[in-house]
């Protein structure tokens, strides 16, 4: 199994409500992570856990917040986001530093 | 301050014919160097990585080179395919998991 599984694939909420991203990887990595991506940009990190400890967080707002079950989910919540949150959220998994990260298809999220 | 740059916001190039994406780095702390793929609406796809101690991995199709003095790298697709039309990301990485990606180039293969 060489996945990285994120549900859901779509996602339309508003300002008022309470969401969350699920990731799911089988591969044995130890680090997770949460991107976002905008239209025609890169992917920004957003948040790194490694062995289900949060390791970076790149000042994202607290409207955004990571959880991390176990080894193999990576949960991120949603709550009162603003229509500039809308974007293409990409989970990724790692062995470790420096060794290729798998990504899932993402959650296109828009907010309205 | 970009780290990570690739200058070429798009390329086009003959089917069968030879790909060569760029990519220039100012951070000589960076260790590695990867490539990744990406179809619209997908998440990134893994293509080839790179160690600095190396100039140059190959991998079936594709093969990075790079020049740690000239802070340079480059990825070599031949021959080019359709399928191989999507945007390209340069990626690098140093001491931590943060990766630091360049702003892509857009690679269209006519027919």
């Known amino acids: 199994d060489t996945e990285v599984t994120q549900t859901p694939k779509h996602l339309v909420m508003g300002m008022t409500n309470k969401k969350s991203l699920k990731c799911e990887q089988h591969?044995?990595?130890?680090?997770m992570y949460w991107y976002k991506q905008k239209a025609k940009k890169p992917p920004e990190l957003m948040f790194v856990?490694?062995?289900?400890?949060?390791?970076i967080n790149e000042s994202v707002p607290s409207r955004f917040s990571p959880e991390c079950p176990n080894s193999s989910l990576l949960n991120l919540h949603l709550h009162a986001l603003q229509p500039e949150d809308s974007a293409l959220y990409l989970c990724?998994?790692?062995?470790?530093?420096?060794?290729?990260?798998?990504f899932g298809q993402g959650t296109r999220l828009t907010v309205v | 301050d970009q780290q990570v740059k690739q200058n070429s916001p798009s390329l086009s190039v003959q089917e069968g014919r030879i790909s060569i994406l760029n990519c220039d780095y100012t951070?000589?702390?960076?260790?590695?160097f990867l490539w990744y793929k990406k179809y619209p609406a997908e998440g990134p796809t893994f293509l080839i990585s790179i160690s600095s101690i190396k100039d140059k991995n190959e991998d079936g199709r594709f093969t990075v080179f790079l020049n740690k003095s000239a802070k340079h790298l480059s990825l070599h697709i031949v021959p080019s395919q359709p399928g191989d039309s999507a945007v390209y990301f340069c990626?690098?990485?140093?001491?931590?998991?943060?990766?630091?990606w360049g702003a892509g180039t857009k690679l269209i293969i006519k027919p």
């Open positions: 856990y490694s062995y289900e400890k949060l390791s």
């Open positions: 990724a998994s790692s062995h470790g530093r420096s060794t290729e990260a798998f």
């Open positions: 951070n000589s702390m960076f260790d590695y």
């Open positions: 990626a690098a990485s140093h001491s931590n998991y943060q990766l630091i």
């Open positions: 591969m044995g990595h130890r680090a």
